[in-house]
């Protein structure tokens, strides 16, 4: 086991697309808060009741949309894949702890990306700003992460370290999310998504369904070793 995250199958140039990387995801970060600081996004609130989006209009209600806009898994998983890779560029030793946030931003920006094209997308009519930032959070940036990772990497899925510790940390992040959003949303009754809309689906529901998305990423994650193990090779 060595102290440095390896490159792999590709080696020259692996810094520079972390670093990309690393920008594409601020990119968005920084946009979409502007937008939803500035009321920027046009609102369908209307529409979704229980959901985020009822905020007053103008700089009065901008401390409310910066939350809630942070408060979205989207959001997160681009900031966590922000932080890693520019981490990555940066040539920051290996860690048990660095491993996993690696191990995390590839599972939470491909959670992102699916459940956004297959659950979400196809209830959203997508405009102004919109029609930028959210293709951007949810398919540029994806798409960049798994072109990257599977090109320069790093490999090595567990960094040699106990799987067992790795798989835990690797939650970690997703756990502190879900419990952010649901305490969020007892206080407020506003929520992310439909599918976690306590108002509507009642706890037993929605923590039905935050364990579906938990073991589809834990099939990702074997999916991820798997292909990690070939391209290693």
């Not at 009519?125 to 599977?150: D, E, F, N, Y």
């Not at 990497?153 to 567990?158: I, L, Q, T, V």
Request: net charge positive.
């Amino acid at each position: 086991m060595t102290d440095s995250f390896c490159a792999g199958p590709r080696v020259r140039g692996a810094r520079t697309a972390w670093r990309v990387v690393s920008a594409l995801a601020w990119f968005g970060v920084v946009l979409t808060n502007i937008g939803n600081i500035f009321d920027v996004y046009p609102r369908d609130s209307g529409h979704w009741p229980g959901l985020y989006g009822h905020s007053v209009h103008g700089m009065a209600g901008a401390w409310q949309r910066f939350i809630e806009g942070m408060s979205y898994f989207t959001m997160v998983s681009n900031i966590v894949v922000a932080v890693v890779f520019g981490l990555l560029a940066a040539d920051v030793r290996k860690t048990a702890w660095r491993v996993a946030l690696v191990n995390t931003a590839l599972l939470m920006i491909t959670i992102t990306s699916l459940v956004f094209l297959v659950a979400i997308l196809p209830f959203l009519h997508l405009r102004g700003l919109a029609l930028l930032t959210s293709p951007w959070q949810h398919v540029v940036v994806p798409a960049a992460v798994w072109i990257v990772w599977a090109l320069w990497g790093p490999r090595d899925f567990f960094g040699g370290f106990s799987r067992g510790h790795i798989l835990l940390r690797t939650y970690m992040i997703p756990w502190l999310w879900a419990a952010w959003m649901l305490g969020y949303g007892a206080i407020t009754h506003y929520y992310p998504y439909g599918f976690v809309n306590v108002n509507q689906l009642g706890y037993g529901s929605v923590m039905v369904s935050l364990c579906v998305v938990m073991i589809l990423a834990l099939l990702f994650e074997l999916l991820f070793n798997w292909i990690d193990r070939r391209l290693s090779k």
